[in-house]
């Protein structure tokens, strides 16, 4: 039986939270998860601040935030998927067992590392050849463009099936003829106040409610295209991993053949061949990813060639990848990491004095003396400082 899978979730959703035990007895029972009704998703569109360090004026400028439709399930739908991404999980990882590009595979996996160290294996990897062209490739709209009947042929090739058992097709069923509905539009129809949904609820509305002011007040929204799953479901990412599963074999097998490297993380694809193979390996990639209904995202498409000399490895042009910048010499965090962690910076600082500001104003109130910013929690959630001097207590 799958482990770690229950997690409690603080969420309103149009269904009341559930224990481990209620939880397990729904989603250890293929025969009523075959039957189960699944809610709409609640999806509400998260901004993601991009910003950059303009050298020409020395600031930090912000470009137009990037848009990501994020979708949560109800309680009960996400300990179904929470079960069944285990149950993946675990055939993905044996499968991985007896093939030769386990290693390839970075995202969503319990390796113990993160993408910092992903980065520098495979800078370290490129250190140690001569020269070699190294090829990092994005692809567009990954979750939305994923192809159903080919994330269905591979998920019943990672079961070993000719067909999905009938409780695996619901959860199919249920990620690609997914419905939604908007968090906004919802607490609006009810009534709820957007900044304090909860106010003592255990979830959204009662079921009466959501057949008269959800479904009736049309609401919900269908997936009616042959792609895409939600973006933010417990299974989502393992999904990724089980729907590239035939790509990742094909690309490592031809790269590992002239004696190159193959990386991939999520929707990040990273090739390291030699000189001469550079258009033939851009030319299979373009292939294998137009055959599973994918489109590579030219504008993020990077090459660069490394070439060793008396001075040592250098490129023609500097390589990014997973946040960092390498050069042949050196390694760099990228200046818009740099600029982002800033602005969480100032903006954690501001939050912080702000908060402060309401709690002195009690304090003043009540006869006390004002307190000055608690600087802990804020060094040791943005400084190495307060880390440092822990350790070096020990």
């Known amino acids: 039986m799958p482990e770690n899978w229950y997690k409690s979730r603080g969420y309103l959703h149009f269904d009341r939270p559930i224990n481990q035990a209620a939880a397990l007895e729904i989603v250890s029972s ?72 386990s290693s390839a595979i970075l995202a969503f996996r319990a390796l113990g590392k993160s993408n910092i160290d992903f980065a520098r294996d495979a800078f370290l990897d490129i250190a140690t050849r001569d020269s070699c062209c190294v090829i990092a490739i994005d692809i567009k709209g990954f979750f939305d463009n994923l192809d159903h009947v080919h994330l269905k042929n591979a998920w019943q090739a990672l079961l070993g099936s000719s067909q999905l058992p009938d409780d695996h097709y619901a959860v199919y069923r249920s990620l690609t003829k997914f419905s939604f509905v908007y968090r906004d539009q919802v607490y609006e129809a009810l009534g709820l106040s957007k900044s304090n949904p909860k106010q003592g609820r255990k979830r959204i509305c009662e079921p009466h409610e959501f057949r008269a002011k959800v479904r009736e007040g049309g609401l919900i929204e269908t997936n009616k295209d042959k792609k895409g799953i939600p973006q933010g479901s417990p299974i989502s990412a393992m999904l990724s991993n089980v729907y590239m599963m035939g790509f990742d074999e094909q690309i490592h097998a031809h790269v590992e053949s002239c004696g190159g490297a193959y990386y991939r993380y999520c929707d ?46 250098r490129s023609d042009r500097p390589l990014q990848y997973l946040g960092f910048i390498f050069d042949g010499a050196n390694i760099y965090l990228r200046s818009s990491s740099l600029a982002r962690y800033q602005d969480r910076v100032h903006r954690g600082i501001w939050l912080a004095e702000k908060c402060m500001d309401k709690v002195n104003a009690k304090r003043i109130s009540r006869g006390q003396l004002p307190r000055s910013m608690f600087l802990k929690k804020l060094y040791k959630r943005y400084s190495y400082l307060l880390t440092w001097q822990i350790n070096r207590a020990y």
């Open 30 to 101: 293929p025969k009523t998860v075959a039957k189960h009704a699944f809610y709409p998703f609640i999806r509400y569109v998260a901004q993601t601040q991009k910003v950059f360090f303009d050298k020409s004026i020395g600031k930090v400028v912000k470009k137009d935030p990037k848009q990501r439709p994020i979708s949560y399930a109800a309680h009960v739908d996400s300990h179904i998927y929470s079960y069944y991404c285990e149950l993946l999980n675990r055939a993905y990882e044996d499968h991985l067992a007896k093939v030769q590009w």
């Open 268 to 313: 990040d694809v990273l090739l390291i061949v030699p000189l001469e193979k550079e258009a033939e390996a851009k030319a299979l990639v373009d292939l294998r990813v137009n055959e599973i209904g994918l489109e590579i995202q030219a504008a993020k498409t990077e090459t660069c060639k490394f070439t060793r000399s008396a001075k040592g490895l």
